[in-house]
């Protein structure tokens, strides 16, 4: 599955991006999420939760999809 993610701030973090898109149910959860799996931003494996997704990233989660941030303002 291929999705946009428009966001409204000038980044978000990669575990609000697993729990708004529903991945995981609460944001505490995105720790033990991400050390069990393995997430790619922009081709490249991360496990931080508090890493910052900016407008023009992509992130691919195995057997979810991928997902393209997007602002809402425009890029």
Known sequence: MKK?????TPYMTLGQ???EE???STGGQAKWY??????NINDE?????????????TVEVP???L????????E
């Open 4 to 8: 946009e993610v428009f966001i409204e």
């Open 67 to 74: 997902f393209f941030i997007r602002s809402k303002q425009g």
């Open 34 to 39: 991400l050390r069990e799996n393995t997430v």
């Open 63 to 65: 057997g979810t999809g």
């Open 17 to 19: 991006l697993l729990k």
């Open 45 to 57: 494996p991360d496990n931080r939760r508090g890493r910052k997704l900016y407008p023009g990233d």
């Open 22 to 24: 529903s991945i995981i």
